[in-house]
């Protein structure tokens, strides 16, 4: 699923599947089973309550550089109309290790899951001149107080206080 509608769409779903059960139950006089789907019903339906309220979709960056989310969901052929460069294939995989460490990674880990991901031995140097690239694109943000670490976002020297080292 790669939307949150998708995801919420599905949510639904089970509840009102699971609200049928119920009633098939009721009607078959399983009291028990009709109560535990009724009860899952209402499980579901505070998920999709907490999805809606809690979870946003990431907007489309108001960048004029294409990220991997702007991406999502476009067909192969649109895609292949767009003039995405190496260097933009290589920023697209530098998102998506840092993603993959939890949205803040030094560049050691980014070195270490390039090469687990592709086998690719990044030079430190050359990596850290597109790192720097990156930041002035805002596609990926320098930790105020720590050389070498790089999150998604933008990170505030209190949040930064409150990490581990």
Do not use: W
Not at 129 to 134: I, N, S
Not at 139 to 154: A, E, F
Request: proline share 4%; glycine share 4%.
């Amino acid at each position: 699923m790669d939307s949150l509608p998708k995801v919420l769409d599905f949510v639904n779903e089970q509840a009102t599947y699971q609200v049928a059960r119920s009633g098939h139950f009721e009607q078959q006089g399983d009291q028990v089973r009709a109560d535990a789907y009724r009860n899952r019903s209402k499980d579901f339906l505070s998920l999709k309550q907490f999805i809606e309220n809690n979870c946003r979709e990431k907007p489309s960056s108001n960048s004029i550089y294409i990220t991997p989310n702007d991406l999502i969901g476009l067909p192969p052929e649109l895609i292949a109309e767009l003039n995405i460069s190496e260097s933009d294939k290589q920023d697209f995989l530098l998102m998506e290790v840092v993603e993959d460490l939890g949205g803040i990674a030094s560049i050691d880990k980014i070195m270490i899951r390039v090469y687990h991901k592709t086998g690719e031995i990044l030079e430190r140097q050359k990596l850290g001149a597109k790192l720097y690239r990156m930041i002035s694109k805002n596609l990926i943000y320098s930790l105020p107080n720590k050389k070498g670490v790089y999150s998604l976002q933008p990170v505030s020297e209190e949040e930064e206080q409150n990490m581990e080292d």
